[in-house]
């Protein structure tokens, strides 16, 4: 079995935090919190790598769709509205969710990288914050640098723009590794705080 520090999970800077001139700040939390980068690139993408990118099953779609739904009910929006979405399916607007996902992820170049560390893909999470800016944790790098969410992205029928992408699970980590980077660009050193820190 892989050593807990070996664990490994990637990170891509949107072309949101790009344009923000958020990469350094980005990077500097990830380092500081003892997270080790082992690849990094700047990179813009094609719709169809984008698309490869995101899950494509119904599951996933559907989960798209009622986090806007989820979102709707706690401001009291009706997605019924015309002005909305015209529907309560949530396959059906995550199905429009994730081609707005599609543009917004091909708007600008982007930063990709693999990161390890002790359960890096759970902390890298942490880090990031939740999905709906508006909702995420002061201290997380979305909680601290965006403020958007799905009834402002999807009113103006866009992506929420939250600065950063992280892998949700081991499992999305080795298909987005996979994905995302050739073996020889991942890298193994040894960082000097290694023997002090763990
Ligand atoms: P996360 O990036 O936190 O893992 P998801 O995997 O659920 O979130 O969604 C992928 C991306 O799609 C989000 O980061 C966000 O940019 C966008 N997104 C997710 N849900 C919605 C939504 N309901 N409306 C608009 N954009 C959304
Ligand atoms: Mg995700």
Known sequence: ???????????IIKPDGVKRGLVGEIVSRIEKR?????????????????????PKDEKWIKRLGSKTLKNYEEYGIDSKDKKEFGTADPTEIGKAVRSWLLDYMTSGPMVKMVVSGI?????VRKIVGSTMPGQAEMGTIRGDFSVDDATAANRDKRSIHNIIHASESPEEAEHEINFW???????DYKRAEEDIMF
């Open 1 to 11: 079995m892989m050593h807990p520090k070996e664990e490994k999970t990637v990170i």
């Open 34 to 54: 003892g997270l080790k980068i082992i690849a990094l690139e700047m990179f813009q993408p094609s719709k169809k790598q984008i698309d490869d990118h995101y």
């Open 119 to 123: 359960h890096a893909v759970n902390m």
């Open 181 to 187: 980077f050739a073996p020889e660009e991942i890298h």
